[in-house]
């Protein structure tokens, strides 16, 4: 079967042979697309002004509603000036991130909000000695992507809640969004087998139910937001959920590291490397995660399902021979400052179609297969197995410090994130308080990627992942620095200059070292 036809089927709901009457629309679409491509500046440019119009706007009508209130008197307004600069000189509140263009609700039994996240990113020459199918060009380019979201959620009970998200990701990532094991932009949507986009259509990102079960009286804040809307959850509790979700909006969170919005972009940074987490290639599927929340430690079980293939969009139903099962454990240990550090303990088992790079390399020395061919052993039930550890602390009130490692078994193929079986990262960022700038932050990390020897020696004799591919390999671990500023303009618009160095790209000493410079437009609506 044809796997990159068998992935665009279920997109555009039309059987094989039948022409759709969109066919049109599709044309023109691809069209703006290569338009785009040729001039993304162009296109980030005028999505800047878009954009602006609309937060000016906002900004406009909501001081037209503005209610001023009543007159103060001068011994009010003298208190509440005492009052401000004591809190000032004691301990100033802190800043909300995001500030969002249009307010919302504490207390409504429903939310509705959205975002809009442009990245123009680019690289210049760097030395390469050769290329293959899945190399990152070694020459010039730029490339834009996009992604909207439209965010929904209901209180249906002081217990039960719905989300419900769509989304349209597009644009393209540079190199047709492969090249390297940590990607440079982790917004980028690509066509397993072919590259980015996926599609231009909306799609249904989450639709998931919460149930909570309370285990005590005491009660804390519940957090509204796109992902929660009951007001108060009990300190100690069960949480039941089951749809259609991605996994790392619940595990392997780090709140320095985990938001491409606002901080880093990288692949292997944003996420754990080596965590081959069950999703279709938009990084979404069907699950149920069960959670058990106390004071200081708290445990989650996740049962989800696998794509068909790797990097696919098509998921497996058949949970007798695939599925992905995550377990997290959850402390909060006291390392002598005022805040808890955060560390959170993963492992997980995918069952899959899988293939085995011992077994693709034996054919390809046998002389059964023309080059290595991971396709070719794929086999229906086989295990791959991992762990990984998260970890983040709040040093200080505008520093926080992040890291994460991770490792795989390395033997079956990278199937559903990236192609790594092995991470270590190490990072932070800085609130801009001191420079009077509270909702800017600064951000610098680095992580290092490796792979298995049968991985390594797959790539060095000419196999091809779904990310990687030079035709030849001379094994170097991949080092990737990344920094980034982001800058608050004014209420929820934001923009960002993004750095990142990548050394051995695709784990490869013959290629690189190379410079990617970024800019990111976010709007939170």
Request: glycine share 10%; no cysteine; charged share 20%.
């Amino acid at each position: 079967m044809d796997h990159r036809r068998h992935a665009r089927e279920p997109l555009n709901g039309v059987p094989m042979g039948v022409v759709p009457k969109e066919r049109a629309l599709e044309t023109r679409w691809t069209k703006m697309s290569l338009g785009i491509a040729r001039n993304p500046w162009r296109f980030l440019g005028r999505s800047f002004v878009l954009l602006t119009i609309v937060a000016v706007s906002s900004i406009l009508l909501g001081a037209q509603n503005a209610d001023p209130g009543p007159p103060q008197t001068q011994t009010e307004t003298q208190t509440e000036a005492q009052t401000e600069a004591q809190t000032q000189t004691t301990s100033p509140p802190e800043a909300e991130d995001p500030e969002t263009t249009f307010p919302h609700s504490q207390t409504a039994r429903w939310w509705v909000s959205g975002q809009i996240n442009i990245i123009a990113q680019g690289h210049g020459a760097f030395p390469a000695l050769y290329s293959g199918p899945n190399s990152l060009k070694p020459t010039p380019e730029i490339a834009v992507s996009r992604i909207y979201t439209l965010y929904t959620a209901a209180r249906l009970t002081r217990s039960l809640d719905a989300v419900f998200d769509l989304e349209e990701a597009s644009g393209q990532g540079i190199s047709n969004s492969v090249g390297l094991a940590g990607y440079t932009n982790i917004d980028v949507v690509r066509i397993p087998g072919e590259g980015s986009p996926l599609s231009i259509a909306p799609y249904v990102a989450r639709a998931s139910l919460r149930y909570v079960v309370a285990l005590s009286k005491e009660t804390e804040d519940g957090g509204i937001g796109p992902m929660d809307v009951l007001e108060s959850l009990p300190v100690r509790r069960l949480q039941f959920r089951a749809g259609k979700m991605s996994l790392a909006d619940f595990l392997d969170v780090n709140p320095v590291a985990s938001d491409s919005h606002l901080q880093f972009m990288n692949w292997a940074l944003v996420n754990n490397g080596a965590w081959d987490y069950a999703a279709d290639t938009r990084g979404y599927t069907y699950a149920a995660v069960v959670e058990y929340d106390d004071r200081s430690w708290a445990l989650r079980f996740a049962e989800a399902l696998m794509p068909t293939v790797a990097n696919g969009i098509v998921l497996d139903t058949n949970l007798r021979r695939a599925r992905g099962e995550n377990v997290e454990l959850e402390l909060h240990p006291r390392l002598g400052l005022k805040v808890p550090a955060q560390l959170r303990l993963l492992s997980y088992v995918n069952h899959a179609n899988m293939g085995d790079y011992r077994e693709a390399i034996d054919l390809f020395l046998e002389g059964k297969t023309a080059t290595p061919d991971i396709v070719a052993t794929r086999q229906q039930g086989s295990v791959k197995y991992g762990f990984g550890a998260n970890f983040e602390q709040q040093v200080t009130r505008s520093l926080r410090l992040f890291s994460r490692a991770g490792w795989n078994d390395g033997h079956h193929e990278s199937f559903a994130y990236t192609e790594v079986d092995n991470t270590f990262s190490l990072g932070g960022d800085y609130r801009g308080y001191i420079w009077h700038r509270d909702h800017d932050k600064v951000g610098l990390a680095f992580v290092t990627n490796g792979i298995s020897p049968e991985h390594a020696e797959y790539l060095k004799l000419g196999g091809l992942g779904f990310l990687l591919g030079d035709g030849n390999l001379t094994y170097g671990r991949e080092n990737i620095f990344e920094g980034y500023y982001t800058a608050h303009f004014w209420r929820g618009v934001y923009g960002a200059f993004d750095l990142q160095h990548a050394q051995d790209p695709g784990y490869n000493r013959d290629r690189g070292p190379v410079w990617v410079p970024a800019f990111r437009l976010h709007l939170e609506l």
